[in-house]
């Protein structure tokens, strides 16, 4: 697989230093991605680096994550109206090690081969240089002018807010050009690769490297992805979409990529999953014949939801996803893990239960028309009961007196009332 023809078809490539095509074509080639370590989860907002990444390797050449533990520390002008906090070293090493096992679901770390992934972090080689070694061997290379010449420099100084910019914040194309640097004479890396904001810092380390070796290294960017309405993607009500399932479970995972628009489908197929060309085209024009029966979402959230968490993760987000649409049964309510349960049931009316009454038993007429107010009275209840209208945790009710106690309670703590087809309640016992 040629690796530019791959991710110029995936609509994956914004700008490319003249010259890249021919040294991927040449040679094995090592590139790396700069990976912010402020959290110990990486966020969808990181997926398109690390699918450069993947299609980096699968396409015979050597990928590097590099997680920025110096440059965490700093912070990084582009795109940035603020400076960031910053992380001390304990924090930064494990968010590191969190951040290497996500990958090894995406990149190969393990094999023998010539092209297997590396991990490095740039305080390793950066917590050594004193600042006068630094702007010894390195400010010496790159005039200021060069410096103020760069769109993320340009934008803060123009900036009406009139917070200006520190002089941390203004050497941060150095200290990423270092890395450069570093990366080039230390592991032969040619290549470095990353989002369109990132363009002038890694050109300062191709111009860093022209001048202080006068060797020949490569720039290419990828375009920032935002939705098809102008906003910003990977971000919801509640914020970050996570690969970590304790910050966003696998069931709201999936149902982020299932409710994408109709053209966001289009584009994120391309470059979020490994379908080919041939695929992803027959799957377009499918989705084309029959839009409300949203193919590429579907496809999309599966191939996502698999490659980031796993199969059985998949298949229950999807059994979760046909509970509210009238299929589910009690067998999987209980199958559910407390947070994916809340997440399907998010927004429905709650009441609280006294968990002592419930040991005891309460028949079902005074529970749902005394208690827990979900019914204005017993006769409606009652009706409902006959008309086959009632259901307790997917289970219809039949009998107005049924006694409903703690054997009920799903997780030990809740119980879902279902009115008609669509009208849900949770009762919660404390």
Request: one cysteine or more; charged letters at 25%; hydrophobic letters at 40%.
């Amino acid at each position: 697989m040629n690796f530019v023809d791959e991710l110029q078809w995936r609509g994956m490539i914004h700008d490319m230093m003249p010259g890249t095509k021919e040294q991927l074509d040449k040679e094995l080639t090592s590139a790396y991605v700069g990976i912010d370590p402020t959290a110990d989860s990486l966020h969808i907002g990181h997926l398109v680096g690390v699918m450069m990444l993947k299609h980096f390797q699968i396409a015979g050449h050597k990928p590097i994550a590099l997680v920025g533990g110096a440059t965490g520390m700093i912070g990084d002008p582009s795109g940035k109206s603020q400076e960031r906090n910053l992380l001390d070293e304990p924090t930064l090493r494990h968010n590191q090690e969190c951040i290497k096992k996500q990958l090894a679901r995406f990149l190969d770390f393990e094999s023998d081969a010539p092209n297997a992934a590396e991990m490095v972090n740039n305080y390793d080689w950066m917590k050594d240089f004193s600042f006068l070694n630094f702007i010894r061997d390195i400010g010496k290379h790159i005039t200021v002018n060069y410096m103020m010449s760069k769109d993320s420099v340009k934008k803060r100084l123009d900036s009406d807010s009139g917070a200006g910019m520190s002089f941390t914040e203004f050497t941060y194309q150095l200290v990423q050009g270092t890395d450069f640097l570093h990366l080039y004479q230390e592991k032969n890396t040619k290549l470095q690769m990353g989002g369109s904001d990132q363009w002038g810092n890694i050109t300062t380390g191709t111009e860093l490297i022209r001048r202080k070796t006068g060797g020949e290294a490569f720039a290419l960017t990828c375009p920032l992805i935002k939705k098809a309405d102008g906003t910003k993607f990977g971000k919801t009500e509640s914020g970050n979409v996570w690969l970590d399932r304790k910050l966003t479970s696998p069931y709201k995972f999936y149902q982020f990529w299932l409710n994408t628009s109709d053209e966001d489908a289009e584009r994120y197929i391309k470059i979020f999953t490994l379908l080919s060309k041939e695929d992803v085209a027959e799957l377009t024009l499918k989705h084309a014949e029959a839009p409300h029966l949203r193919l590429l979402q579907k496809r999309l959230a599966e191939e996502v939801t698999v490659m980031v968490h796993s199969r059985e993760d998949y298949d229950l987000a999807v059994e979760a996803s046909q509970i509210l649409f009238g299929q589910g049964t009690a067998e999987l309510l209980n199958k559910l893990d407390e947070e994916t349960f809340l997440s399907v049931f998010d927004g429905v009316p709650q009441f609280k239960l006294s968990a002592k009454e419930l040991g005891e038993g309460i028949k079902v007429v005074d529970l749902l028309a005394e208690k827990a107010m979900v019914f204005p009275s017993k006769g409606e209840l009652r009706r409902t009961i006959q008309g086959g209208g009632l259901s307790i945790n997917k289970d219809k009710v039949t009998d107005a007196e049924l006694l409903i106690n703690s054997g009920f309670l799903i997780g030990g703590k809740y119980i879902l009332i279902q009115k008609g087809k669509k009208n849900y309640f949770l009762l919660i016992a404390e």
